[in-house]
């Protein structure tokens, strides 16, 4: 499986200048680069810049951070899927811990996983735990985020899903997981994916790890922690250390 890195900017840069400017920047670093597949997920806002910018730079492909779950009608204020589609983004975010910290509850996310999926486009749905336990354990709250945001989705859709692993008290503290305890979270998932869906679509699920990941453990993650690939916070709004993040997993 190629691994994928995506860059999560969040509510960042203040412009869209700083937007083209660090798509730019990351394009042109990352041409050579073959065996990682890249995705950049700025704000809603910026995805027609940062496209307008990657366009010529063949690999890097576009996320959304977030979606609603209509393709129409009269929701002011929402981005549907389908007007995502149209404006280039291959990937979309859902049930990011800080979505759901705003009150995005499992029922919203399991709608709007199915509007992506039926999109077309890949759906990253995120999950994690609120503290670190001392054991490895599945955390129960991980176990209903798979089932809840998963609920009912046609398993021919599946192909298009995404996991990405994100303990809470790694985002964003500069203090992120265990390359060991990832391996072992991933294998905890990769079972649970099996025991609801079967063996195929376990094996080919992609699970990514998000949390604090910086040029120095970038590459431990996907090596020892046994991930398909990174979600990346803060590291990616730094245009040296984002590419060296990919660089370093390339080398895998
Ligand atoms: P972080 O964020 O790399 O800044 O910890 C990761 C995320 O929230 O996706």
Not at 98 to 103: D, N
Not at 173 to 186: A, H, N
Request: overall charge positive; proline content about 5%; glycine content about 8%.
């Amino acid at each position: 499986m190629r691994k994928l890195v995506i860059a999560n900017w969040k509510m960042h840069p203040k412009s869209p200048r700083d937007a083209a400017r660090l798509a730019h920047f990351v394009g042109r670093e990352l041409k050579k680069v073959r065996n990682v597949e890249v995705v950049l997920a700025p704000p809603f806002l910026y995805i027609p810049i940062v496209l307008g910018v990657i366009k010529r730079d063949a690999g890097l492909k576009i996320a959304a951070q977030d979606t609603f779950y209509e393709n129409g009608g009269a929701y002011t204020g929402e981005i549907s899927p389908l007007q995502l589609k149209a404006s280039g983004a291959r990937f979309v975010i859902v049930g990011h811990s800080e979505r759901r910290a705003l009150g995005e509850t499992d029922e919203v996310v399991n709608k709007k996983i199915k509007a992506v999926l039926e999109s077309g486009m890949r759906a990253v749905l995120c999950v994690g735990e609120k503290e670190k336990e001392r054991d490895v354990v599945f955390p129960k709250i991980i176990r209903e985020e798979l089932h809840e945001g998963l609920r009912k989705i046609k398993k021919s859709l599946l192909k298009n899903l995404v996991i990405a692993y994100e303990p809470i008290w790694a985002i964003g503290t500069g203090r992120p997981d265990t390359p060991k305890d990832v391996y072992e979270m991933t294998v905890l998932i990769r079972r649970e994916l099996y025991r609801m869906f079967g063996k195929k679509i376990a094996k080919r699920v992609p699970i990514l790890y998000g949390g604090s990941v910086t040029f120095r453990n970038a590459a431990e993650f996907v090596e020892k922690g046994a991930v398909d690939g990174l979600l990346v916070g803060g590291a990616s709004l730094n245009p040296k250390s984002f590419v060296k993040i990919i660089k370093e997993v390339s080398t895998i």
